[in-house]
């Protein structure tokens, strides 16, 4: 990221009026496991900042490696086609309804919740059959030299092994593009099925009156 962000900013700030890009919180939904475990799909929707579009964007993630089994399916309400973000809502999920079909995944499984909301926005533990883990966020700087005004951050969840092993399930080593500008990550809520390991995380970044919220997850095994 280059200095010249910094110039395009405060730009920005001069030009867009004050409703522009203002502060959000997207919502979200875990839709469940596929019968399986090997597959996962959840939701994150809301109203764009500035714009006020209505979107949902729906995700279908390997559990195992913790790709995207599919690209992102996005409906975003451009042309004021439907009334409110629940109209948007049901019509990409009937986009996505093919690749649930495809990946069987069952809304209704949730499979195991292992916490929800921590105290400790960056470690907590969780029990699964007799075993103790516990899941470790750690927050790194990404800021470059020539970067003036962003004072960006990337993170490594780690798992930790009853046996006191630990295993990375991400570690970033770049910024997708996905993430605008994040300053924090928190602990959101974790899931578990036949040793599948579906954990929430949200980041909040930097907007132009205040923060944005937005969830995401990261998936691994317990073996």
Do not use: W
């Amino acid at each position: 990221m280059k200095s010249r962000l910094s110039v395009f900013i405060v730009l920005m700030l001069f030009i867009l009026p004050q409703t522009g890009f203002a502060a959000g919180k997207s919502q979200y939904v875990f839709y469940g496991f596929s019968s399986d475990a090997k597959y996962c799909a959840f939701e994150t929707y809301g109203y764009y900042d500035g714009s006020g579009f209505p979107y949902s964007n729906i995700y279908i993630v390997d559990t195992i490696k913790n790709v995207y089994a599919v690209s992102p399916i996005i409906l975003c309400d451009r042309e004021e086609k439907y009334r409110d973000v629940n109209q948007v809502r049901a019509a990409n999920m009937k986009i996505a309804s093919t690749y649930f079909k495809k990946y069987k995944i069952e809304k209704k499984d949730l499979g195991k919740s292992i916490f929800i909301h921590p105290k400790d926005k960056h470690l907590t533990s969780f029990k699964v059959g007799s075993k103790n883990y516990k899941l470790k966020l750690i927050e790194k700087n990404f800021d470059i030299k020539d970067t003036t005004f962003v004072k960006e951050k990337i993170f490594e969840l780690q798992l930790i092994k009853p046996n006191g092993q630990v295993k990375s399930l991400q570690k970033d080593t770049r910024l997708p593009k996905s993430r605008r500008f994040p300053f924090t990550y928190n602990l959101l809520t974790g899931y578990v099925k036949d040793s599948k390991l579906v954990v929430f995380i949200e980041h909040e970044g930097y907007g132009f009156e205040g923060s944005d919220f937005t969830q995401m997850v990261v998936t691994g095994t317990l073996d």
